[in-house]
T-cell receptor, first 112, second 114 residues
Framework: RKEVEQDPGPFNVPEGATVAFNCTYS??????FFWYRQDCRKEPKLLMS???SGNEDGRFTAQLNRASQYISLLIRDSKLSDSATYLC?????????????FGKGTMLLVSP | DVKVTQSSRYLVKRTGEKVFLECVQD?????MFWYRQDPGLGLRLIYF???????EKGDIPEGYSVSREKKERFSLILESASTNQTSMYLC?????????????FGPGTRLTVT
């Protein structure tokens, strides 16, 4: 049973392109959703939380569809520095405590 | 800025050795976590702790134990290291007890067991 599923990629896009990543989750009780970014050989870092109404942070837009249990991340005007692996993350109840379950990540490569 | 530090960036141990991985956070976070990350498998939760002296098993606790004697420190112990425990180990901490908000990660320890 895959709790958080993502397309592993890689997505190869030129600078300036718009790219979208999708993610599905299996636990309908999940309440918190996030996108993390992980650079090669580095630790994951929070990119943005995902809210029910959708939210935007500069060039990044996150959407949540609870009915379909689907999360998306849109990156506009891609930069070389956006090259990284993007992890879809949802909370899960674990022994009565809320923990995070990470997707395996989608790799993005932005080329000049 | 939250800082999570891990005792070693790279570690090489022999099969059967006892291995200690240390993690320290400086922001008074209640919650601390140990993950391992392997190619094709992603991040998997080994153990977590929501309070001093408290520990809970994650998804893959077998072969590991943990210790949380102080709020800022969370140790992962491999009682008898095996080659299948070669991996990147990541420690994380977070503030909120009821809902898991942002987790801050340490830089990771790449452990090789030969």
């Amino acid at each position: 049973r895959k709790e958080v599923e993502q397309d592993p990629g890689p997505f190869n896009v030129p600078e300036g392109a718009t790219v979208a990543f999708n993610c599905t989750y299996s636990n309908s009780a999940s309440q918190s959703f996030f996108w993390y970014r992980q650079d090669c050989r580095k630790e994951p870092k929070l990119l943005m939380s995902v809210y029910s109404s959708g939210n935007e942070d500069g060039r990044f837009t996150a959407q949540l569809n609870r009915a379909s249990q689907y999360i998306s991340l849109l990156i506009r005007d891609s930069k070389l520095s956006d090259s990284a692996t993007y992890l879809c993350v949802v909370n899960t109840l674990n022994s009565g405590y809320s923990t995070l379950t990470f997707g395996k990540g989608t790799m993005l490569l932005v080329s000049p | 800025d939250v800082k999570v530090t891990q005792s070693s960036r790279y570690l090489v141990k022999r099969t059967g050795e006892k291995v200690f991985l240390e993690c320290v956070q400086d922001m008074d976070h209640e919650n601390m976590f140990w993950y391992r990350q392997d190619p094709g498998l992603g991040l998997r939760l080994i153990y977590f702790s929501y309070d001093v002296k408290m520990k809970e098993k994650g998804d893959i606790p077998e072969g590991y134990s943990v210790s949380r004697e102080k709020k800022e420190r969370f140790s992962l112990i491999l009682e008898s290291a095996s080659t299948n425990q070669t991996s990147m180990y990541l420690c994380a901490s977070s503030l909120v007890r009821v809902r898991s908000y942002e987790q801050y990660f340490g830089p990771g320890t790449r452990l090789t067991v030969t």
